[in-house]
């Protein structure tokens, strides 16, 4: 079968590439064949392209009309290392636009050698039904009463899946938040060790697959039906190419392994860009005992990992695993936003605190950067003191239980805003900021305010632009460019499954070429390096024209007023940015 991508010709030999759709209210499943649309494409393209093609706009996010999109990359499943994120798309009941959020573990990988291609969940489940989706290593798929595992937290419900369905399973889960339809709720994923420790947390995909009636998806490991790569030996060569561009990458080959992401407190804070106190300050006090220096001698005396594979095929190994004081498992991995939205936005410098919270979220199936800033502008309206450690671990205990209190802060920061009558939310299109003010790092204000998805920390981060001094994050120059063309990358980036932590290994010199390589090896083409972008701005498209269907317009991408009348310490700025120059962002390729 020959079809086109992005003007290039590919042969996918006729093999491979279906799709998976299941019927929630009619109970069937059912593969198909990729229409020639969507085609060599994978991850968050394929989510956005589709949710843009067959969902209305307008719809209920938790009603039957829309989807819930599950896609590995387009890479996901080959032999490329770090190709293993999995890409969960709907329109989000949180922001009411469209939505990606990807996470990392075992399922992209388990679906690409399968030769699935997207899994689209369509209707809903008859009320108070809940289902699994089994799909074995042959790719046989089938829905499965769930109904046993009605209001079980992710942990213990990955345990008995696995006790019942075997280890050698890659698992996508929902907690009781999911249930409960919070628009905070995530959708958590195995890791190697089948912990459903990484989360696809971001906009509420947890709700929609709770609306769903979906309790777990199951793919069993081993599958042996691949896509057709075109060329084989060129890949390989390509493959090598990458993973040694990896390697050298100061950054994936030697603060990540080190530290992890946990890596950028120091920095952060060192530029004033740290949000902490509801974002009152730049700084937070002690940060120090949060760093992550000191978590890596934490970690280390009490035996457990700072160097740690979480994901299918990494060599990064950025993730790791903390202990607590008596040597026991708390949580994996502990990053960077989650150490700022549970620490340096609550006011708490405790990294035990801190594990703890990432465990509990993880368990309870919602995200940790949305609910760190909800219960942070619940405590900048006095409902509890700022440091107040048991009150933050109480109030996520209290999403579980489904109280009137959990429900409100497991929907996110602006009911949370509301209740309290706090104006002073820290969201854009109804979702929790990022851990990096806009008024310290006037960049990715930008990208707070343009991305299609709501306040995102990947969508075009350029706190490494900072850091490597290429950019000035106290000006306006530079900014809405650097903003404009990281987004477009990345949109690009999510196509593959390709983890971010790796890519910023790939963006230049051999190893982009490397990469690039391995996209025509694997599609037979002869894509160029302006194939690569030309790709992100696809994406980006799509997504913009779902949300001006769904009415939404240029002046939802602005930033909160308080950005830009209330100086940040230590700098004491605002958010510079005109707003004919946030609506330059996207209008440059619209126009």
């Known amino acids: 079968m020959v079809i086109r991508l992005h003007g290039a010709t590919i042969n996918n030999g006729g093999v491979g590439m279906k799709l998976l759709r299941v019927d929630m209210s009619t109970k069937s499943v059912r593969f198909e064949n990729v229409p020639a649309q969507y085609m060599g494409l994978g991850g968050r393209g394929l989510t956005s392209i589709i949710i843009n093609t067959e969902v209305p706009p307008t719809c209920d996010p938790l009603g039957p009309q829309n989807k819930l999109i599950i896609a590995p990359g387009s890479l996901s499943g080959t032999p490329l ?14 922001t009411g636009t469209i939505k990606e959020s990807n996470a990392g573990g075992t399922v992209a990988d388990a679906l690409g050698r399968l030769g699935i291609t997207a899994i689209i969940v369509e209707g809903t489940a008859p009320e108070g039904n809940l289902f699994l989706l089994r799909i074995d290593k042959a790719g046989e798929a089938s829905l499965v009463s769930a109904q046993e595992h009605k209001g079980m937290r992710t942990y213990a419900l990955t345990k008995e899946l696995f006790k019942q369905y075997g280890e050698k399973n890659a698992i996508l889960c929902i907690g009781p938040a999911g249930e409960y339809k919070l628009a905070s709720a995530s959708v958590q994923s195995s890791d190697v060790e089948g912990r459903p420790a990484r989360a696809a947390g971001r906009g509420g995909m947890g709700a929609v697959m709770g609306a769903k009636g979906l309790k777990a998806v199951i793919v069993e490991q081993g599958g042996k039906s691949p896509d057709a790569i075109a060329n084989p030996e060129a890949f390989q060569e390509a493959a090598k190419a990458v993973a040694k561009a990896i390697r050298a990458n100061p950054m994936s080959g030697g603060m990540m392994p080190a530290l992890g992401t946990a890596g950028l407190v120091a920095p952060v804070n060192s530029l004033g860009a740290f949000p902490s106190y509801n974002a009152r300050k730049g700084v937070l006090e002690g940060w120090e005992k949060i760093s992550g220096e000191a978590m890596a001698e934490m970690i280390t005396k009490r035996g457990g990992k700072t160097t740690h594979m979480g994901c299918s095929q990494c060599i990064v190994h950025c ?56 219960i942070a502008i619940a405590m900048d309206a006095g409902y509890k003191k700022f440091g107040d450690a048991q009150a933050v671990i109480d109030m996520v205990e209290e999403i579980a239980k489904g109280t009137e209190l959990g429900r409100i802060i497991g929907s996110g920061p602006v009911a949370v805003g509301k209740h309290f009558n706090n104006p002073r939310i820290p969201a854009v299109k109804g979702q929790g900021v990022a851990a990096y003010d806009p008024r310290a790092m006037q960049g990715n204000g930008v990208t707070f305010a343009t991305c299609p998805m709501g306040a995102d920390h990947t969508a075009g981060n350029l706190v490494g632009e900072y850091l490597v001094g290429a950019l000035d994050p106290l000006k306006t120059e530079g900014q809405v460019e650097t903003s404009r063309n990281l987004q477009i990358g990345v949109a690009a980036i999510d196509c593959t499954g390709m983890c971010f932590m790796a890519a910023v290994a790939l963006v230049e010199g051999e190893g982009a070429q490397a990469f690039l390589n391995a996209i025509n090896a694997k599609f037979g083409t002869q894509l160029g390096p302006a194939d690569i972008p030309a790709l992100g701005i ?9 949300n001006k269907k769904a009415g939404f317009t240029e002046k939802d991408d602005r930033l909160p007023r308080f950005y830009y009348e209330e100086p940040l310490p230590p700098h004491n700025k605002v958010f510079l940015m005109s707003d004919q120059e946030l609506d330059s962002v996207f209008g440059v390729l619209e126009a």
């Not at 290392?81 to 949180?94: D, E, H, M, Q, Y």
């Not at 708490?348 to 800033?373: H, P, S």
């Open 538 to 546: 696809r994406v980006l498209k799509a997504e913009r024209e779902f």
């Open 81 to 94: 290392v770090n190709t293993s994120r999995i890409s969960v798309g709907a329109k989000s009941p949180l």
């Open 319 to 374: 993730s790791n695993e903390f202990m607590d004081d008596k040597g026991n498992y708390v949580t994996s991995a502990l990053e960077y936003e989650t150490i700022w939205s549970m620490g340096g936005m609550t006011g708490v410098a405790d990294l035990d605190t801190i594990a703890r919270l990432d465990f509990l979220c993880d368990d309870i199936g919602v995200d940790t950067m949305n609910t760190g800033v909800a």
